[in-house]
């Protein structure tokens, strides 16, 4: 089997189980999943979704973020792990925003890419969920352990791994490919030991073989 038939069949399977697959993260406009974006990283969706709400009640617009005092931000994102790091990146990227960008947030790679705090992962995240435009695939923890499991790639960095699954993956796919590794990754085949008795996947993932 290539690997162009193995994904062509985790798309058909996974598809059934999850038909409209999605971030997990909250959010109403581009900025705010920009902001939850930064922040997830290396930390849960699920901490994330708790102190977004009243940080987007509070700040409603790239200049609001920008104008903040970055404390302000910290204290509100605190819960966070690195939180002080990704509050100065989540002003430094407002203040850009605003100033390069006319308070909008970029829709594209190469400009949101250039932002503090914000790598293809996280551009792949906005572009995809906000904007609906498929630059890359978003390669998290889950992408990368489940890609490596399935023998989809033999990589180790997120880049070359993202560039491999480009290889494999249709384009119109590439956004729902990777939400479904991801809501697979966390409900089923979880990092955690776990039994692969009803995996959808179980008799194409090496594995189980």
């Given at each position: 089997m290539?690997?162009?038939?193995?994904?062509?069949?985790?798309?058909?399977?996974?598809?059934?189980?999850?038909?409209?697959?999605?971030?997990?993260l909250?959010?109403?406009?581009p900025?705010?999943?920009?902001?939850?974006?930064?922040?997830?990283?290396?930390?849960?969706?699920?901490?994330?979704?708790?102190?977004?709400?009243?940080?987007?009640?509070?700040?409603?617009?790239?200049?609001?973020?920008?104008?903040?005092?970055?404390?302000?931000?910290?204290?509100?994102?605190?819960?966070?792990?690195?939180?002080?790091?990704?509050?100065?990146?989540i002003?430094?990227?407002?203040?850009?925003?605003?100033?390069?960008?006319?308070?909008?947030?970029?829709?594209?790679?190469?400009?949101?890419?250039?932002?503090?705090?914000?790598?293809?992962?996280?551009?792949?995240?906005?572009?995809?969920?906000?904007?609906?435009?498929?630059?890359?695939?978003?390669?998290?923890?889950?992408?990368?352990?489940l890609?490596?499991?399935?023998?989809?790639?033999?990589?180790?960095?997120?880049?070359?791994?993202?560039?491999?699954?480009?290889?494999?993956?249709?384009?119109?796919?590439?956004?729902?490919?990777?939400?479904?590794?991801?809501?697979?990754?966390?409900?089923i085949?979880?990092?955690?030991?776990?039994?692969?008795?009803?995996?959808?996947?179980?008799?194409?993932c090496?594995?189980?073989?």
């Amino acid at each position: 089997m290539t690997k162009e038939e193995k994904v062509k069949l985790i798309i058909e399977r996974l598809s059934k189980i999850y038909p409209h697959p999605k971030t997990a993260l909250q959010f109403t406009t581009p900025l705010e999943l920009l902001i939850a974006t930064i922040l997830s990283a290396q930390a849960t969706d699920k901490l994330v979704n708790t102190v977004t709400p009243a940080l987007f009640a509070k700040y409603k617009t790239a200049k609001d973020f920008a104008d903040a005092p970055v404390e302000e931000i910290d204290e509100m994102v605190k819960k966070v792990t690195f939180h002080t790091n990704k509050s100065k990146n989540i002003k430094a990227a407002a203040k850009i925003i605003v100033e390069t960008h006319n308070g909008q947030v970029p829709d594209n790679m190469e400009d949101l890419d250039a932002l503090p705090g914000v790598a293809r992962k996280t551009a792949n995240v906005v572009l995809g969920n906000a904007y609906h435009r498929a630059e890359g695939v978003v390669v998290d923890t889950h992408v990368m352990r489940l890609s490596t499991k399935l023998g989809l790639t033999d990589k180790k960095d997120p880049e070359k791994i993202e560039q491999d699954l480009m290889q494999i993956v249709p384009k119109d796919k590439w956004i729902d490919f990777s939400h479904m590794l991801i809501l697979h990754g966390r409900d089923i085949c979880t990092a955690r030991p776990h039994t692969c008795e009803g995996c959808p996947l179980g008799d194409i993932c090496p594995d189980m073989k």
